[in-house]
């Protein structure tokens, strides 16, 4: 039985200890993160009838996309203090994806803000799209 994906939530650590988690505002669709564990071809001469054979290397987080209602002036958001700023200076910031369900579960990573992309539609609101590049193992809990 599947469960609704409404009320997950993305939220921005502030660096301290205890750290402490801010819900980023208005975030609507949310993919990722995107893990993905790489593989080494190492098929030679003496692979069993002709089949390739492969060996684990590395675990990549990959990203976290979102869309967003863009609020210039959101802690969350703006180039003084949010996303923006963490992407003009190259900040490593903690981040957390919240599932909604009757016990919550929590997924946590650092990232790096590596797009940010202001969409102004003549007739439409404010919107925006972000992309969080993962760095490191995660904690999925």
Known sequence: MGTTSFGTLLKLGDGGGPENYT???EVKDISG???ELGTEDITNHSS???WKEFVATLLDAGEVSFDLNFLPGNATQSYSNGLLKDMA???KRNFQIVFPSSSPVTWGFAAFVTKFEP???VEGSLQASATLKITGKPTLA
């Open 33 to 35: 993160p995107s893990l």
């Open 89 to 91: 200076n190259k900040t």
């Open 119 to 121: 969409k102004e539609p």
């Open 48 to 50: 069993t009838d002709g």
């Open 23 to 25: 819900t980023i505002a």
